[in-house]
């Protein structure tokens, strides 16, 4: 125990049981002790995250540490009313998983609703940190799309806590959880904060060309290329000009194939041969399977712009998703020609209009319709003109100050 005189008070340090990691505060006139916990675990540095880099901002990102990113989001808000609650996950694993909220501005509602999830997941451990915790908080669903918004910028994450959101975080994952989200929060990108307003939103509506050729542009293609009286006067060169040996539904799932090998090669790949791997990929899609008569030339084509819009996509999952729908597309225009397409669009807006994260509509702003979210999801507006929060997490201050 040692002794020292703070402010005309002696203060005495003690450690607990003799262990170096836990030490305690005792102040003289003051009837209770502090007592800290003073364990480090090896960890690396906080660095840009490769799924989320940006051409101006910082370059910190979140890292395994649970204290560290807490410190991260407590370094961009220094507000008495950020609250981080300390939570115990796993009957055996004891895993520390936090809420982040902050008091005057976060739904009651919402954080209760988060934190009774949280602490009615009963399993012994949980090894696959916040995916495996998502799956208990969220719920059993076939739904492809994501229903929370995972980021590794702590920019991105103050933000959001700023518009009333609820954070969750894991220890041992680099990943925040953003509760509640909705569809247009998955197709936004912090780049288009980094720029001017008219660059933001340019680069805004560019990113939801490029989503939405990556859920259409095959399927249209294919409707057209299979059913040539469909195709409107003047866009006759998009079609198959000459018959081929394989059909061509069977050459897309064949390329569609490739594209996910070559993704998931990718990344088992280390990045000195990723390049290489490449390369030789494009060889083989681009050149020798057309010259084999295995593809047709367009189908590279339009395979690779779609595979662009994946990657042009922000959120992983939701390119996933998208991904999944494509394929969905495809068998229905393959089965029923432009029916199907028609139906299978129906059904895809169906299933995110009815769809719900944490009580919040997913399709929302859209549906239900607000003329004011919408139009912030179209234009990026200039900050001092944001001066309301968003509706969808129902703020207790609706204001910005």
């Known amino acids: 125990m040692r002794e020292l005189v703070i402010g005309g008070r002696r203060v005495a340090i ?13 102040v003289e006139g003051v009837g209770e002790g502090l007592l800290l916990d003073g364990r480090m675990y090896p960890g690396r540095m906080p660095q840009e995250p490769d799924t989320e ?3 101006r901002g910082s370059r910190d990102g979140f890292t395994e ?14 507000d008495e009313k950020l609250r981080v609650e300390i939570r115990r996950v796993g009957e055996r694993s004891k895993s520390d998983v936090a809420i982040a909220y902050l008091e005057d501005v976060a739904n009651p509602g919402l954080v209760d609703f988060v934190r009774r999830r ?10 696959m940190t916040d995916k495996s915790l998502q799956e208990y908080i969220i719920g059993q669903s076939w739904n492809p799309y994501p229903l929370v918004r995972y980021t590794e910028r702590p920019d991105v994450a103050v933000q959001h806590l700023l518009e009333g959101h609820v954070l969750i975080l894991f220890d041992t994952s680099p990943s925040v959880m953003i509760t509640p989200t909705t569809f247009f929060h998955h197709v936004q990108h912090a780049e288009e904060y980094r720029q001017t307003p008219v660059v933001g939103m340019y680069l805004r509506w ?6 939405f050729t990556s859920v259409f542009l095959l399927p249209l293609w294919f409707l057209y290329a ?4 469909l195709v409107p006067p003047g866009l006759e060169m998009i079609g198959v000009k000459k018959p081929t040996d394989v ?10 194939l490739f594209i996910d090998l070559m993704r998931m090669a990718a990344i088992h790949t280390p990045t000195p041969l990723a390049t290489a791997l490449g390369i030789l990929v494009t060889i083989i899609l681009g050149d020798a399977a057309t010259e084999a008569g295995l593809f047709v030339p367009k189908i590279v084509l339009y395979i690779a712009v779609s595979a662009i819009g994946l990657f042009a996509t922000p959120s992983y999952e939701m390119s996933l998703a998208n991904r999944l729908m494509r394929l969905f597309l495809l068998f229905a225009v393959a089965l029923f020609g432009a029916p199907g397409l028609i139906v299978g669009t129906t059904l895809i807006l169906l299933s995110l209009v009815f769809t719900h994260s944490f009580n919040t509509p997913y399709f929302c702003p859209l549906i ?15 900050v001092p003109l944001e001066r309301k929060r968003a509706v969808i997490t129902q703020p207790m201050d609706p204001t910005r100050k």
Not at 247 to 256: D, S, T, V, Y
Not at 368 to 382: C, D, K, T
């Open 65 to 78: 540490n649970i204290i560290v990113n807490t410190a991260l989001l407590r370094r961009r808000l220094r």
């Open 206 to 211: 560019v990113r939801f060309f490029g989503i």
């Open 247 to 256: 059909p061509l539904f069977a050459q897309i799932l064949i390329a569609e």
């Open 368 to 382: 239900p319709f607000n003329a004011s979210g919408f139009f912030h999801v179209l234009f990026r507006m200039p």
């Open 53 to 55: 880099r940006v051409v």
């Open 226 to 229: 299979t059913h040539p009286w």
């Open 14 to 26: 003690f450690f607990v049981n003799g262990l170096a990691d836990l030490f305690g505060f005792v």
């Open 118 to 127: 949280i602490d009615g997941v009963q399993v012994d451990g949980i090894p």
